[in-house]
């Protein structure tokens, strides 16, 4: 490489930090609060909806099996559609799902809520480190 096509690479990389990173980093929590937001909501929501622990525990649990059930669907989509497109339906469609989450009237719907949310997060962490 020359000077001048490593000056050029160099500034590339710093420009995609400063515009990236910041964006990932609140990608990244949103997605951990996400994840455990439903642990801290258990308490009001088992009274409310008359949930036993183990239908409580189902449902968290339902999240890990749809991450590894759309994992692989998930990446290959992202190479076909690209990591901007594809980031941006994983933000919209997580959003509508979250949203989702008040409509939640018994196990069956929260059961299909956290598959929902399972199948949308899914996308986020290989979305971010494919870019």
Request: hydrophobic share 55%; net charge positive; proline share 3%.
């Amino acid at each position: 490489m020359t000077l001048d096509q490593d000056l050029a690479a160099k500034s590339a990389i710093g420009k995609a930090a400063r515009r990236l990173l910041p964006f990932l980093c609140l990608c990244y929590a949103v997605n951990f609060l996400d994840r455990v937001n439903v642990g801290f909501a258990a308490f009001a929501m088992n009274q409310d909806l008359g949930f036993t622990q183990s239908i409580f525990g189902a449902g968290a649990g339902i999240l890990f099996i749809g991450y590894l059930l759309f994992e692989v669907p998930s990446n290959l989509a992202l190479q076909h559609f690209g990591a901007r497109v594809w980031i941006a339906r994983i933000m919209v469609s997580w959003g509508l799902v979250a949203m989702a989450m008040v409509v939640v009237s018994g196990p069956a719907s929260f059961y299909a809520m956290r598959s929902c949310s399972a199948s949308q997060k899914r996308a986020s962490s290989p979305a971010s480190s494919f870019i």
